[in-house]
């Protein structure tokens, strides 16, 4: 059990609600799909090989125990919050398919 204190939400986009702004522009609303408890990393360090993969432009690792069902979000409709936080979700990884733990690879929102 990895456990942990720090908690991810994963937010997915609500396509039963269409609404828009004074403008008219659409407003994408999200809602809250998962609730996650393990640990979040810098993911940093430095290689010399170029993988152009979406693990390699993640800032964060998110670590946490496997729950079903997980793998199955469509993270091109996903963001992740934690603490506050928004993160693009890049990859969600259960290692080997042993569905013993979850990576979750996470890019922050926003300036660096």
Not at 22 to 27: H, L, P, S, T, V
Request: hydrophobic content about 35%; glycine content about 8%; aromatic content about 10%.
């Amino acid at each position: 059990m990895i456990g942990g204190d720090t908690e991810l939400i994963i937010k997915v986009i609500d396509t039963q609600k269409e609404n828009f702004d004074e403008n008219g522009k659409r407003i994408t609303e999200f809602i809250d799909t998962a609730s996650l408890f393990g640990w979040i990393d810098l993911s940093t360090g430095d290689s010399k090989y170029d993988y152009k993969a979406k693990i390699e432009d993640s800032t964060h690792i998110f670590i946490c125990d496997y729950i079903e069902g997980i793998t199955d979000i469509d993270i091109e409709k996903a963001k992740a919050v934690v603490k506050g936080v928004e993160y693009d979700i890049k990859y969600i990884d259960d290692p080997m398919e042993l569905h013993e733990q979850l990576e979750i690879y996470l890019k922050k929102v926003g300036g660096q």
